[in-house]
């Protein structure tokens, strides 16, 4: 599906996916919150409805940031929607998985993400193979029911005609 959108009188489209195989599936991971809770994703995902931020290296985390504003906005507008932010490297041994998630608890300065945060120890080829992200350049922005279907997904920084694009995404899921 296409969705135009006029901004500044400037018209560009946007691609949105309606149909969820076209975009793969979340596969069935375990992660682990900044707070030290256990996750089995993607059914342990709060909401009916998740709005999922994969990075792949911590120069990324500006990308992610710049998608937190529209996050929380939209999860105090969708009572289904919740989101996660979900830094992912390869499995490692327990030593660096100890170093890893220091570091990222000590260089989170809002206490109300520990929960949000998830760290993925995966395959990173087959994880992003099965959600078709064809590469690390980028983070990945997904919507994620809790079956693993990905119902909408782009990359990258946010930007005006990707926060129509989801919002229309969440608005053909809330029917």
């Keep these: 599906m296409l969705v135009a959108c006029a ?3 400037v018209f560009s489209l946007v691609t949105t996916h309606a149909a969820a195989t076209d975009m793969g599936h979340f596969p069935a991971v375990t992660a682990t919150s900044l707070n030290k809770t256990r996750f089995a994703l993607p059914s342990g995902f709060g909401g009916k409805i998740n709005l999922v931020m994969i990075s792949f290296a911590r120069e990324q985390q500006q990308q992610v940031d710049s998608w937190l504003p529209t996050a929380r906005q939209l999860e105090q507008q969708h009572a289904d929607l919740r989101y996660y ?8 041994n327990l030593l660096y998985r100890w170093w890893f998630n220091s570091a990222l608890r000590s260089n989170n300065t809002d206490p109300a993400l520990d929960g949000r945060i998830l760290t993925l120890y995966v395959s990173k080829g087959a994880f992003r193979q099965s959600l078709h992200i064809p590469n690390e350049k980028k983070i990945a922005v997904l919507l ?3 079956s693993g ?3 909408w997904q782009t990359e990258g920084n946010f930007t005006a005609d990707k926060g129509l694009a989801l919002t229309t995404a969440l608005a053909a899921n809330d029917k």
């Design 7 to 9: 901004l500044t009188g």
């Design 85 to 92: 932010e979900l830094p992912t490297t390869a499995r490692e």
């Design 144 to 146: 994620v029911d809790r």
């Design 149 to 151: 279907n990905v119902l």
